[in-house]
């Protein structure tokens, strides 16, 4: 298994400079998007990208939310929830092709805790967003509204 993070627009000596100084980082500020690629046996696993503006942030999924790749998810969420402020939250799940218990928990856990809105694609993708909102209010923790 291969965890890469790569910060766009960078170099290739840049980018070793930045994985020298920040081996574990998580996050990277400022106008860059992160990406996080988890790759096995050549297939992609996980990938989120944060955009950040002004006015909000946004959470890009591609790929499964699902196994180890939820605690990534998750440390991704504790590391950005005290950085919101008053920033919308969007969650883009255009791009998300699975979702296991553990990975539609998270993010009922995040949609909770800011009633973040949903970004969709297909029936799959609007599927996931209604699950996710359906458990949030099973749960007791929607304060979405």
Request: glycine fraction near 6%.
């Amino acid at each position: 298994m291969l965890l890469n993070t790569a910060i766009y627009p960078v170099n290739s000596i840049i980018f070793k400079y930045i994985q020298f100084l920040f081996p574990e980082s998580s996050l990277w500020r400022g106008s860059c998007i992160v990406i996080y690629n988890c790759r096995r046996e050549g297939k992609l696993t996980l990938k989120i990208s944060m955009i950040e503006t002004d006015q909000k942030m946004t959470l890009k999924f591609e790929g499964r939310i699902a196994g180890l790749w939820v605690s990534e998810v998750d440390r991704t969420w504790r590391t950005l929830q005290p950085t919101l402020g008053r920033k919308k939250l969007l969650l883009d799940l255009t791009a998300v092709t699975f979702l296991d218990p553990n990975g539609k928990e998270i993010l009922s856990e995040i949609y909770a805790k800011t009633g973040a809105e949903f970004l969709t694609s297909s029936p799959l993708t609007k599927y996931f967003a209604d699950v996710i909102k359906s458990i949030s209010k099973q749960n007791g923790k929607d304060q979405s509204k």
